[in-house]
């Protein structure tokens, strides 16, 4: 009630500041001329919550004489681009948590070996159609172009786009224009332009989990177009990406920050907790316990905690600590980075399967967890990885590896009889090996 009231006053007092003393005449012209020139896109927005409440073109596209973006178009002073802070004159909230979220720092990849390895291994376009349409461009100004937006940035619907005006991100990222809906939002879809792929394949995971195969069966009781939409009242058949990471549960309100119930960086080649952790870890368990008990809820945690523990302590840290090895001697024949096999080995060993088998264990999708995930990890540790690193004949990684398969109990098994191996995981003695995976975190 009380936002209602507010999204009224502030949609007032922008009419009153915007149009001064003809309010209705600049906002009717947009609308007769453009219902001829672009049918469908007026459509979409006479249909949507946009229409119905009047909001109109020029409460998304006015703009001031000194916007850097702004342009004379038939007599009024308008933008293309609508950014967050255009939208956060009526939905403030919103706005600054998309601010404050992960999302916003898409944008600021440039320093990053990614960006270096697009830039120079394939070449700049692909930046642009690839990176930066996932990313965010930098939006750039040109002021011969007719709506002053450079060729080069636009279109550009990333999830951390850097506007001219100062503000970050898009909220058409995932509200597709010109209808918004809600329900639109609300599906696995409005996420998976992005969220899929080698390297964070949440889309696929998702489809292959028990929530997706739910969510499909049921989309009629979903009850997606509702206003309200909070877990276990709303709905209560499946979870979609949206409920997990950001829509009210019974105990908790809609979020714009996609962060804030996230306990572990499963991006990064070695996982850590984030900063406060457990009580991101709660409010996502509450989500959980609105359709499960938390016992079962617990179990999950235990188990995924392990696995990700498992990826780091047996693989990432020795993996990365042969890395430091290399690159502290200068071993690399090649001096470009990712000129050398071993470094792309390595790149992908916890850029692409060693994140798809953490993913794969924290949203409950067993083929991306094993298969896709850490069948990979190990295959390429012991047969691609360390051959590579042997390669060097240097004293300092022989030594490092020697001691790792001789003396690491989860690394002593090439040398020895099949048979054996399979006695120790009958008899549990292996699984005694990796009871250092396991704790209770709650
Ligand atoms: C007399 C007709 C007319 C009126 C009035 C009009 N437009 Fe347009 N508008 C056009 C045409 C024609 C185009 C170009 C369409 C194209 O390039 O296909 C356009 C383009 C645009 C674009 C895209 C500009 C770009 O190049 O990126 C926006 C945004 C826009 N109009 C918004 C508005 C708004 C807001 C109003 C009211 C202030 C308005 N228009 C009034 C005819 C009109
Ligand atoms: C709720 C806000 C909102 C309203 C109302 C709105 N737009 Fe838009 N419009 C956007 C957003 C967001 C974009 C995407 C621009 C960007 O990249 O930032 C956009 C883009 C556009 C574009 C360029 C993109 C394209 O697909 O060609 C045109 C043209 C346009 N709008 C015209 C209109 C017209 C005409 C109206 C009124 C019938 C209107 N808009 C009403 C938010 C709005
Ligand atoms: C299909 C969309 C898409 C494309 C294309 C894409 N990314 Fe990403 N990128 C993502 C998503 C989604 C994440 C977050 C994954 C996660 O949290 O699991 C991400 C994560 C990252 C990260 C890690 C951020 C961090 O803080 O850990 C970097 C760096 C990055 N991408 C850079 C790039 C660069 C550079 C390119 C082009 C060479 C690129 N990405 C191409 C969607 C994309
Ligand atoms: C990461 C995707 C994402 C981005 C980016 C995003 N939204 Fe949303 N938004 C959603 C989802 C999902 C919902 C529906 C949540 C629900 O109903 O449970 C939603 C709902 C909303 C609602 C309806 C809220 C309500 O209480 O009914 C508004 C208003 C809104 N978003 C505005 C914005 C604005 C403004 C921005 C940009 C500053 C933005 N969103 C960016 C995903 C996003
Ligand atoms: C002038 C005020 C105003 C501006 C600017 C504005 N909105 Fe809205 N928006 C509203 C009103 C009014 C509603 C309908 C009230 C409600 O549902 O709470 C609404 C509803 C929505 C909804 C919910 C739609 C649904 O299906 O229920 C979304 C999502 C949304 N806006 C996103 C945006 C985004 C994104 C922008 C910027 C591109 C934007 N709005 C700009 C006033 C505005
Ligand atoms: C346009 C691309 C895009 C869309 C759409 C998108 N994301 Fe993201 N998302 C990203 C990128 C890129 C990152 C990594 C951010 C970075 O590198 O700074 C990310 C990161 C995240 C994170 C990690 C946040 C953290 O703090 O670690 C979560 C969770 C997330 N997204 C959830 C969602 C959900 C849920 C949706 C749909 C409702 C969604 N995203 C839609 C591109 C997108
Ligand atoms: C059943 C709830 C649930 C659903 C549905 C779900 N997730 Fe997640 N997601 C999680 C949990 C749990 C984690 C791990 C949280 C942690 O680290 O504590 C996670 C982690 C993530 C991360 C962070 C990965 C990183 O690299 O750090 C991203 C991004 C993400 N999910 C996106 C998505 C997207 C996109 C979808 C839909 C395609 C989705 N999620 C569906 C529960 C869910
Ligand atoms: C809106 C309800 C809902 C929410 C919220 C929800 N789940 Fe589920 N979950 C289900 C349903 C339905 C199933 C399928 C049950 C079955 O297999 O009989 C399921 C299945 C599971 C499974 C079993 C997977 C398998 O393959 O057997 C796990 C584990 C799980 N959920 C964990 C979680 C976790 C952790 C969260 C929170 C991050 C969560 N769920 C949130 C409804 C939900």
């Not at 990849?109 to 120079?120: E, Q």
């Not at 989860?410 to 995981?425: A, F, G, S, V």
Request: hydrophobic share 30%; proline share 4%.
């Amino acid at each position: 009630m009380l936002k209602r009231l507010f999204i009224a006053v502030a949609f007032l007092y922008f009419t009153v500041s915007v149009y001064g003393q003809k309010p209705q005449t600049q906002a009717g012209k947009c609308l007769t001329c453009h219902k001829e020139v672009s049918r469908g896109l007026y459509n979409q927005w006479y249909n949507s919550a946009h229409g119905r409440h009047n909001v109109v073109c020029l409460d998304c596209h006015g703009a001031a004489k000194g916007d850097k973006d702004a342009f004379t178009h038939y007599e009024a002073q308008i933008a293309t681009l609508v950014t967050p802070k255009d939208c956060s004159r009526c939905h403030p909230k919103e706005s600054q948590e998309v601010e404050n979220s992960y999302h916003a720092t898409a944008g600021l990849i440039l320093d990053s070996n990614d960006a270096y390895m697009a830039h120079v291994a394939a070449g700049q376009p692909v930046a642009i159609t690839g990176c930066e349409s996932c990313h965010g461009a930098l939006v750039k100004i040109d002021d011969k172009s007719p709506n002053k937006l450079s060729k080069e940035s636009w279109p550009n619907s990333g999830i951390g786009r850097v506007n001219p005006d100062g503000s970050k991100g898009a909220c058409n990222a995932c509200h597709t224009r010109h209808s918004f809906a809600v329900s639109q939002a609300r599906q696995p879809e409005a996420c998976s332009k992005c969220h899929l792929g080698p390297d964070h394949p949440q889309k696929e995971i998702y489809e292959e989990s028990k929530h997706g195969n739910t969510y499909y069966t049921h989309i009629d009781q979903m009850n997606l177009k509702a206003d309200r939409w909070v877990a276990g009242q709303d709905y209560y058949e499946a979870p979609t990406c949206a409920t997990c990471h950001m829509s009210a549960a019974l105990k908790q309100p809609l979020t714009h920050d996609v962060g804030q119930r996230i306990s572990w960086t499963l991006r990064p080649a070695v996982s850590v907790y984030k900063e406060d952790w457990q009580k991101k870890r709660d409010r996502m368990q509450d989500v959980c316990t609105t359709c499960h008990g938390s016992a079962f809820v617990d179990g999950h945690y235990y188990q995924f905690d392990a696995t990700v523990r498992l990826y780091n302590k047996k693989f990432a840290e020795p993996a990365g600590a042969i890395m430091k090895i290399v690159a502290d001697k200068k071993l690399l024949k090649n001096t470009a980075s990712y000129s050398n096999d071993i470094e792309w080995t390595y790149w992908e060993l916890w850029h692409h399967e060693g994140r798809r088998g953490r993913h794969g264990a924290s949203m409950m999708g067993p083929d991306y967890t094993w298969w896709h995930g850490m069948y990979e990890v190990a295959q390429h540790f012991y047969f691609k990885f360390l051959p590579q690193a042997r390669e060097f004949n240097d004293p300092d990684v022989n030594k490092y590896i020697d001691n790792l398969l001789a003396n690491d109990p989860m690394h002593q098994w090439l040398n020895r009889p099949t048979e054996e191996l399979k006695k120790d995981i009958k008899s549990g003695k292996m699984q005694k090996i990796f009871k250092d995976m396991y704790s209770e975190t709650r």
